[in-house]
């Protein structure tokens, strides 16, 4: 009786997402991702990235800035931002007093400051990991190995926004030739978006070919969409805040991280219909269907 069950059971979650499937592609790509978006409850979701996301990958960076300019004396660590967003006078110098300069930062850097923000990025990564099981629809990991998958998840993410500073800001560069080096950067997000779901996802290597179709996905909204409206948007934020001093651009740095966390779910949702809707239809149901001991899981 167990095993007839257990059978029942495997059958009906067979039909269902079979069913899901079916309707999935018969339903407007836009009504699609918008439908698995407020599924997943993707403004909860979002929320709890921003927080998590101002909380320890905002210090990392300024943390890493300073390291890498030697923690001089004459650099404000708000040159990053000033940089990678665009900023022009006068808001460049009210994000430039804001932060300070590098030199103040030499005090932090030690191992157990750096471990402490490091540590902090995986309660991040593992929400990260929960949110993308769910935009794809599939059985989370078990504690320990979400955390293991986290911790590598959040490495190579670390490891890719270095990646695109070193290749897309590094240097004096004319006009055409910067905007070639920020075609180029996209190269390491393209692969970090594309392994996002096969470290995240149960059964997510499946498919490994649409896989990059997903990562474009990611490159598409993360590395072209978010970049290019954060020279138009991040101003108009920071008007708001004037008057606030330091605290007005913290302010605005939170809520762009918001901005930034909701563009991620996004990016879960858009992957997960891009590759249900290429991927073949058995492989989809077969990774849907899979538990931690079943065949397909452990193929």
């Known amino acids: 009786m167990p095993e007839q069950n257990r059978a029942a059971d495997a059958h009906g979650r067979l039909e269902q997402s079979l069913e ?3 309707q999935s592609r018969r339903t407007a790509p836009l009504v699609a991702i918008v439908g698995r978006f407020v599924e997943i409850d993707g403004g909860t979701q979002g929320t709890l990235v921003s927080i998590q996301f101002f909380t320890t990958v905002i210090p990392l960076v300024i943390l890493g800035f300073g390291y890498f300019s030697g923690f001089a004396v004459n650099v404000s660590v708000g040159e990053l931002l000033i940089r990678q967003l665009g900023l022009l006078p006068p808001l460049d110098d009210r994000v430039r007093e804001a932060f300070g300069t590098a030199s103040a930062l030499q005090s932090v850097w030690s191992f157990i400051g750096v471990a402490g923000f490091l540590s902090a990025g995986i309660p991040m990564s593992i929400t990260i990991a929960e949110m993308f099981a769910r935009a794809w629809r599939r059985q989370q990991f078990g504690t320990a190995e979400k ?3 986290g ?4 490495a190579l993410y670390l490891g890719t926004m270095v990646a695109r500073e070193r290749i897309g800001f590094a240097g004096e560069h004319g006009a055409g030739a ?4 920020l075609v180029v950067a996209l190269i390491p997000q393209w692969a970090f978006w594309s392994l996002t779901p096969a470290l995240l996802v149960r059964d997510g290597g499946r498919g490994w070919r649409y896989l990059l179709l997903a990562g474009l996905a990611g ?3 993360d590395g072209v969409v978010l970049a290019a409206a954060a020279p138009a948007v991040f101003p108009i934020l920071l008007e708001g805040w004037t008057g606030f001093g330091p605290m007005g651009v913290a302010m605005t740095l939170m809520t762009w991280c918001g901005v930034v966390a909701i563009g991620w779910v996004v990016v879960a949702c858009v992957g997960a219909i891009l590759w249900e809707r290429k991927a073949p239809a058995q492989t989809v149901i077969e990774s849907q269907t899979a538990t931690p001991d079943s065949p397909a899981a452990a193929s």
């Open 147 to 149: 955390l293991a998958r």
């Open 178 to 181: 910067h905007a070639a080096l």
């Open 151 to 154: 911790a590598i998840w959040f």
């Open 20 to 22: 899901r499937l079916k």
């Open 219 to 221: 490159v598409v909204i």
